[in-house]
């Protein structure tokens, strides 16, 4: 009788399981990806563009500026970035919670009728806020997440964003769920409350987590377990969408595929509590706390030191120290800085050529599809493609880019210059059509997408540091919704219209005969796309000059600063040991 457990003790070990649990990275880590999920709301965009167009009576040209909008919302992520360097990240959380829903909702209901038709300057400012809310959610997630896996950066990147990239089809498939394939006004309502309330839910998980930096020393292990998991999750949603477009799905069928696609979401939760496991067996509670408060006084030293250089810095003047007395690469650089510096002037170049064309083939890809005459069905399915081509393109760029670095010194840039030219042939698809090239095109341009925006963050924090990242990584995509803007809705929306103008005319129409203008045949976007795959080559060339310009910096040892981190913890855990 003695032999047996207490209840007592019993119910405090699960407690001390319960807590490790839910304050540990590898939870932390699990609500990233959670949360991440339901940031790309903006990818479905291509589903019900064509209701807004159709409902309110919109010429492409005046849907080019809506998409406009939205890329303006998602990519200027200046107000996050700001915003993380004065409150905590479940602010962000919340503030991201409430902007996403009210200005999806506002859509919503201007779509379904259910408010007095607004005007085009009201449905563009609701499309901005909306996307908007995903600054918040990357800012929070993005920025802590280095912080708390600083020797992965990339690994974690290109997971977080991978995530991202899927959301669009996973989102896709709970709403077929939901409400059906004929109701695809209601997808609008969906991405106002999912993606608020995993928001909410995890608000308080998101945060910086101190003290175990020094006693794991296998994460690459689990990031790998977690990268298995995700590509098995986009092999089943891509099955999925192959089906759907082959046979026609009952209620019953597309719930069956949506409760699939949940499982694997949640199938990280069983491996961060595995390896929350593991660090109970090996960690003594009480020896973490006084490792934390040694480390703690490090970090005071650190910080004494800190404060001393930057007291000898403010002695001189601001022009020297922003463009004379710039840290070396890697090290920790002010906003101003960095944003005045000459490798953030290319990534600007970069992201306007590669985000800019890539923002217009998205935004567009509903009407290419329906331009070529294919069915609303496989609209949808070059939706879902892009979706899961994003994702393997984050994860790609964020595995394969961080592999490549580490073992061969292959530089980011030199990554982001394939990437570029990649995305050139896309264009050219779509500009120069032929039978099930749209199907292509997609898989091409949503890979080359997903894989511009973990190196763009990449090479921002290795550049630039971390201290800053979370205002420089939203400037540097600053490129994305100007190049959206010139490419999108000054270049590629008034060809479109121009060639509907000519269909209109053989057919003997009028313009005021007919609500919206409709483009059909294979030159509604040739040449737009021509143009669109030349910018994007030009792109690509610029990056080689920061290829040249950091050959040096890539060929050292970029994470040597937290080496020497993780080697004073061990020190300090052996000694306490």
């Given at each position: 009788?003695?032999?047996?457990p207490?209840?007592?003790?019993?119910i405090h070990?699960?407690y001390?399981?319960?807590?490790?649990?839910?304050?540990?990275?590898w939870?932390?880590?699990?609500a990233?990806?959670l949360?991440?999920s339901g940031?790309?709301?903006?990818?479905l965009f291509?589903?019900?563009s064509?209701?807004?167009?159709?409902t309110l009576?919109?010429?492409?040209t005046?849907?080019?500026l809506?998409?406009?909008?939205?890329?303006?919302?998602?990519s200027v992520?200046v107000?996050?970035?700001l915003?993380?360097?004065?409150?905590?990240?479940?602010?962000?959380l919340l503030?991201g919670?409430?902007v996403?829903?009210?200005?999806y909702?506002?859509i919503?209901l201007?779509?379904?009728?259910?408010?007095?038709?607004?005007?085009?300057?009201h449905v563009c400012?609701?499309?901005?806020i909306?996307a908007n809310?995903?600054n918040f959610?990357?800012?929070s997630?993005?920025?802590?997440?280095?912080r708390?896996f600083?020797?992965n950066?990339?690994?974690?990147l290109g997971l977080?964003?991978?995530?991202?990239?899927l959301s669009?089809?996973?989102l896709?498939?709970?709403?077929?769920?939901?409400?059906?394939?004929?109701?695809s006004?209601?997808?609008i309502l969906?991405?106002?409350?999912?993606?608020?309330?995993l928001?909410?839910?995890?608000?308080y998980?998101?945060?910086?987590?101190?003290?175990?930096?020094?006693?794991e020393?296998d994460e690459l292990?689990?990031f790998?377990q977690f990268l298995?998991?995700?590509?098995?999750?986009?092999?089943?949603?891509?099955g999925i969408?192959?089906?759907?477009?082959?046979?026609?799905?009952s209620?019953?069928?597309y719930?069956g595929?949506?409760a699939a696609v949940c499982?694997?979401?949640?199938?990280p939760?069983?491996i961060?509590?595995?390896?929350?496991?593991?660090?109970l067996?090996?960690s003594?509670?009480?020896?973490i706390?006084?490792?934390?408060?040694?480390?703690?006084n490090l970090d005071?030293?650190h910080d004494?030191d800190?404060?001393?250089?930057?007291?000898?810095k403010s002695?001189?003047?601001?022009?020297e120290s922003?463009?004379?007395?710039?840290?070396?690469?890697g090290?920790?650089y002010s906003i101003?800085?960095?944003?005045l510096?000459?490798?953030?002037v290319?990534l600007y170049?970069?992201t306007?050529?590669g985000?800019g064309?890539?923002?217009?083939?998205?935004?567009n890809l509903?009407?290419?599809?329906?331009?070529?005459?294919?069915?609303?069905?496989?609209?949808?399915t070059?939706?879902?493609?892009?979706?899961?081509?994003?994702y393997?393109?984050?994860?790609?760029?964020?595995?394969?880019?961080?592999h490549l670095?580490?073992?061969?010194?292959?530089?980011?840039?030199?990554?982001m210059?394939?990437?570029?030219?990649?995305?050139?042939i896309g264009?050219?698809?779509?500009?120069f059509?032929?039978s099930?090239?749209?199907?292509?095109?997609?898989i091409?341009?949503?890979?080359?997408?997903?894989?511009?925006l973990?190196?763009?963050?990449?090479?921002?924090s290795?550049?630039?540091?971390?201290?800053r990242?979370?205002?420089?990584?939203?400037c540097?995509q600053l490129?994305?919704p100007?190049?959206?803007?010139?490419?999108?809705?000054r270049?590629?929306?008034?060809?479109?219209?121009r060639?509907a103008?000519k269909?209109l005319e053989?057919?003997?129409?009028?313009?005021?005969?007919?609500?919206e203008?409709?483009c059909i045949?294979?030159?509604?976007?040739?040449?737009?796309?021509m143009m669109?795959g030349g910018v994007?080559?030009?792109?690509?060339?610029?990056?080689?000059?920061?290829v040249?310009?950091?050959?040096?910096?890539?060929?050292?040892d970029?994470?040597?600063?937290?080496?020497?981190?993780k080697?004073v913890?061990?020190?300090?855990?052996?000694q306490l040991g």
């Open positions: 009788m003695n032999n047996l207490s209840p007592t003790g019993a070990t699960n001390r399981l319960t807590l490790q649990v839910l304050r540990g990275r939870f932390y880590l699990f990233s990806f949360i991440m940031a790309g709301a903006t990818y291509g589903v019900y064509p209701d807004i167009k159709t009576g919109y010429d492409q005046t849907l080019n809506i998409g406009f909008f939205k890329d303006v919302g998602s992520g107000i996050s970035g915003t993380a360097e004065l409150l905590p990240p479940w602010c962000l503030i919670a409430a996403n829903f009210t200005g909702f506002m919503w201007s779509v379904t009728s259910r408010i007095a038709e607004p005007r085009v300057w400012m609701y499309m901005c909306a809310a995903q959610e990357n800012t997630v993005l920025t802590t997440t280095l708390n600083p020797e950066r990339g690994v974690v977080l964003k991978g995530f991202t990239g669009g089809a996973i896709a498939q709970i709403y077929l769920a939901v409400y059906g394939d004929e109701h006004k209601d997808v969906l991405i106002a409350w999912l993606p608020a309330v928001s909410v839910v995890f608000v998980t998101i945060r910086e987590i101190d003290g175990v930096k020094g006693k020393v292990r689990v790998y298995y998991v995700s590509i098995v999750l986009a092999l089943v949603i891509m969408t192959i089906a759907q477009k082959m046979v026609d799905f209620p019953a069928g719930a595929g949506c499982f694997l979401l949640f199938a939760l069983f961060s509590i595995k390896q929350e496991l593991e660090v067996k090996k003594n509670q009480e020896g706390r006084v490792c934390e408060v040694r480390l703690e005071d030293i004494h800190l404060d001393q250089d930057q007291e000898a002695r001189l003047s601001c022009f922003i463009f004379l007395n710039k840290p070396k690469r090290e920790d101003l800085q960095a944003l510096s000459v490798d953030m290319i170049v970069a306007f050529c985000l064309t890539s923002f217009t083939a998205v935004d509903g009407q290419i599809g329906e331009s070529l005459g294919y069915p609303r069905k496989s609209i949808s070059f939706v879902s493609l892009l979706s899961i081509w994003n393997f393109g984050r994860i790609f760029s964020g595995f394969v880019s961080e670095l580490i073992k061969y010194k292959f530089p980011r840039p030199l990554m210059t394939l990437v570029l030219f990649m995305s050139c264009h050219l698809l779509i500009a059509p032929f099930g090239s749209v199907y292509i095109a997609s091409i341009i949503g890979f080359s997408f997903g894989a511009q973990p190196l763009i963050f990449a090479i921002v290795e550049l630039f540091g971390l201290k990242f979370s205002t420089l990584f939203n540097a490129g994305g100007v190049g959206s803007y010139v490419l999108n809705v270049v590629t929306g008034p060809m479109y219209d060639q103008l269909v053989r057919s003997g129409l009028d313009r005021s005969s007919v609500k203008l409709v045949g294979k030159e509604c976007y040739r040449w737009s796309f669109l994007c080559c030009f792109g690509a060339l610029a990056t080689l000059v920061l040249a310009r950091t050959r040096e910096f890539y060929n050292g970029i994470y040597s600063k937290f080496k020497e981190q080697k913890a061990k020190i300090e855990d052996s």
